[in-house]
């Protein structure tokens, strides 16, 4: 048996010898392994769109539809949320319940804010007769923003949940690897939104 063996210290045994990996990097590349198949799905979706983007039966295009200046606020509310959940970060980083609170406050109404707006365009859309049935344009359309608005919906629920958690379990580890995966997939929504931003809003043509 080797002094290392004997002293019990990891770092100078091989990696193939070393017992399992703990909970914390678990739970971290199970989350990513999730985050990964999440991409792939809007993968799918931008796809179909970017195909059927040109089906308009006949129909309005994208350029008749949207008005970039209600999508500017709509995306001006996300990035501003993923800015405040990046304090709520550092405020797990150095213990700081109140920017925590503060953080995940201003997260949650600018998401709905977010929300709010993303809705009252699906509202305007189905009104005036271009709701995802008229065209594969549009079905494309609301398919990809719709889920994304879903994912978007789920997080504010999440967060709602793990502010309850703060403050009836405090910072344990626990709650850490939670509001660390949190934080995750909020910013991966967000960077799904600029690429929904870009391709479908400013690229429409």
């Keep these: ?71 500017f606020i709509e995306t001006t509310c996300l990035l501003l949320s993923s800015f405040a959940c990046g304090l709520m970060t550092i405020g797990v980083e150095i213990r700081q319940r109140m920017l925590i609170y503060l953080s995940a406050l201003a997260t949650f109404v600018l998401g709905t804010c977010f929300l709010g707006l993303e809705l009252s365009e699906f509202i305007d859309l189905v009104a005036r007769g271009d709701g995802p049935t008229h065209s594969a344009f549009l079905s494309a359309f609301f398919a990809l923003v719709a889920t994304h608005g879903l994912h978007v919906t789920a997080g504010l629920l999440w967060l709602i949940i793990m502010m309850a958690q703060v403050a009836t379990l405090g910072l344990r580890d626990m709650v850490l690897r939670r509001l660390f995966c949190f934080t995750l997939f909020w910013h991966a929504l967000d960077i799904v939104w600029v690429a929904v931003f870009t391709i479908v809003y400013l690229g429409a043509s």
């Design 1 to 71: 048996m080797s002094d290392a063996s004997v002293t019990g210290d990891e770092a100078t045994i091989p990696l193939s010898e070393r017992g399992p990996a703990s909970k914390e990097m678990v739970v971290r590349f199970g989350f990513w392994l999730f985050l990964l198949s999440d991409i792939v799905v809007f993968a799918g979706l931008f796809a179909a769109y970017a195909v059927l983007s040109k089906s308009t039966a006949g129909g309005p295009t994208g350029p008749e539809l949207f008005s970039r200046t209600h999508t």
